[in-house]
């Protein structure tokens, strides 16, 4: 199983700052790293997909990279709204997986 | 409107049994594949169940295989989730999921599941 480790595991930061969110795989895993993103009380919905790949109706503050075993969510500019739990996905190998999350609060 | 919408969860004693069905709308659900996800109060992500636009690929996860089905019916554009033999552990908010290609690109509003005596 392909374990996907994320950090920080928590953020407080200040609204129009940038914030980092890292997602690393035990093995190699290619481009196949999505991004979630799960408000309070939601479902999660798509960010980006494998790895930089632009969601239509996704603010462009949100942006992806990496491969391999080393990805990154940005959020440049970070609004009031951002305020949720980030997840990464891996869909190269089953069974498909979630890092922990990453919970971001807005200072 | 686009839309998935889970039903059938509830409370249901260790070792019972539950049917999860989710309604698919908006689009041509026989196109797409789908999968189950759930999530533990206060908890991360699971992915539990996938199957193939026809049926004829079903994929588990470890934790619920020999235990949960998942099934669809392209005809009325629902997908299920039989779940057999529940424990403690299996408590959570179950989402269907569209994918998009391998990425979950729709998702459900969730319905709650527990088990508890």
């Known amino acids: 199983e392909i374990v996907l480790t994320q950090s920080p595991d928590f953020q407080s930061v200040t609204p129009k700052e940038k914030v980092t969110i890292t997602c690393r795989a035990s093995q190699s895993i290619g481009s196949s790293l999505h991004w979630y993103q799960q408000k309070p009380d939601q479902s999660p919905k798509l960010l980006i997909k494998?790895?930089?790949q632009s969601i239509s109706g996704v603010p462009s503050r949100f942006s992806g990279s990496g491969s391999g075993t080393d990805f990154t969510l940005t959020i440049n500019s970070l609004e009031a709204e951002d305020a949720a739990a980030y997840y990464c996905h891996q869909s190269s190998s089953l069974p498909w997986t979630f890092g922990q999350g990453t919970k971001v609060e807005i200072k | 409107e686009v839309q998935l919408v889970e039903s059938g969860g509830g409370l249901v004693q260790p070792g019972g049994s539950l049917r999860l069905s989710c309604a698919a709308s908006?689009?041509?659900?026989?196109?797409?594949?789908m999968n189950w996800v759930r999530q533990a109060p206060g908890k991360g992500l699971e992915w539990v169940s996938y199957i193939s636009s026809s049926g004829s690929t079903i994929y588990y996860a470890d934790s619920v295989k020999g235990r949960f089905t998942i099934s669809r019916d392209n005809a009325k554009n629902s997908l299920y989730l039989q779940m057999n033999s529940l424990r403690a552990e299996d408590t959570a908010v179950y989402y269907c999921?569209?994918?998009?290609?391998?990425?979950?690109?729709?998702w459900g509003r969730g319905t709650l599941v527990t088990v508890s005596s």
């Open positions: 908006g689009f041509t659900f026989s196109s797409y594949e």
């Open positions: 999921a569209r994918a998009g290609s391998t990425e979950f690109d729709l």
């Open positions: 494998y790895a930089s």
